[in-house]
């Protein structure tokens, strides 16, 4: 009678661990969106350089960098492919919503590679963010090192 | 005899049809914005690569990357012409080791070349693989691998 108590034990307590594991591995999905990405794709900033000063009042040309991946507009649904986000002087949204559209995340929904950007004098942070047909971070998310830049 | 005619006579008036249908489609171009510029962003013009392994990043201004097969204005994909020249621009660009299709909307890509000179050039094409009109090219790069 002991023994059965016990062995009822040892399995809640072993359902236990396995509830908390399934929970432990289904978390990352619920952190990324429902498109994938191939593994290997990475997203960088070709220009400016990291640390770079650039000139006031001047614009200068931001190159959005996409390896193991391919650019489309928004809206389309072509495999292993996004569309670059620019996320100026803000740390990284939720993975598993739609990039928010304001003046610190700028959209490139028409498939651009490039952009002209004019920034405040002062000390800045450049990052990119893939997003997919709909806007939302690939699964795993695609994005690039953040960097700094100085306007003066 | 007279079926034979008959039926000679609608086959060649058949292939009439498609042959000016075909030049029709070839000549109605995707139209590209007027200030729409491909460029080689690297390797530089005149560069020495050892090894002969690279990455080409292909630039792109005032128009989008979109790719094969969607037909959405103002975007187009690349094409890197490798050791070629500009091929007919109003039909499909041919697809071999001198055309490279980026058909996936890439930006970057590896190449791998044999020791000597080469050039590059980008072409952007169509959905259909067809550059624009006006077209969109970029300046043809020399490069020498050791």
């Not at chain 1, 995340?105 to 709909?134: F, R």
């Not at chain 2, 079926?3 to 139209?31: E, I, K, M, N, W």
């Not at chain 2, 790719?67 to 697809?95: M, R």
């Not at chain 2, 930006?107 to 624009?132: C, F, S, W």
Request: proline residues 11%; aromatic residues 6%; hydrophobic residues 40%.
């Amino acid at each position: 009678m002991k023994k059965r108590s016990a062995d009822a034990l040892a399995l809640a307590r072993s359902l236990l661990v396995a509830a908390a594991l399934a929970t432990a591995i289904a978390a990352p999905c619920a952190f990324a969106g429902p498109t994938p990405a191939p593994a290997n794709a990475y997203a960088y900033i070709g220009y400016p350089n990291d640390g770079q000063t650039l000139p006031a009042g001047k614009p200068f040309k931001v190159w959005f960098g996409l390896r193991f991946m391919g650019v489309a507009p928004r809206g389309v649904k072509f495999p292993n492919t996004g569309h670059h986000h620019l996320l100026i002087d803000v740390d990284l949204p939720p993975m598993d919503q739609e990039i928010p559209s304001d003046r610190n995340h700028l959209h490139y929904g028409a498939g651009e590679t490039e952009t002209m950007l004019e920034l405040p004098p002062g000390k800045h942070t450049i990052q990119l963010l893939m997003g997919d047909d709909k806007h939302i971070p690939h699964n795993p998310p695609v994005y690039s090192k953040k960097i700094t830049i100085y306007v003066k | 005899m007279l079926r034979r005619t008959v039926l000679g006579a609608l086959a060649s008036l058949a292939a009439l049809a498609a042959d000016s249908s075909f030049s029709a489609a070839a000549r109605a171009r995707t139209p590209a914005p007027p200030n729409a510029e491909a460029y080689i962003i690297w390797p530089p013009d005149g560069a020495v690569i050892s090894g002969g392994k690279l990455w080409v990043r292909m630039g792109l201004r005032n128009m989008g990357i979109c790719p094969k097969g969607v037909d959405l204005p103002n975007v187009g994909h690349h094409h890197l012409l490798v050791d070629a020249d500009l091929p007919p621009l109003d039909q499909e660009i041919p697809s071999d080791r001198n055309h490279l299709h980026y058909g996936a909307g890439e930006t970057d890509a590896r190449l791998e070349l044999p020791p000597g000179k080469h050039t590059l050039q980008l072409l952007m094409g169509d959905y259909n693989h067809i550059p624009h009109d006006p077209p969109v090219y970029s300046k043809k790069i020399t490069i020498t691998v050791k």
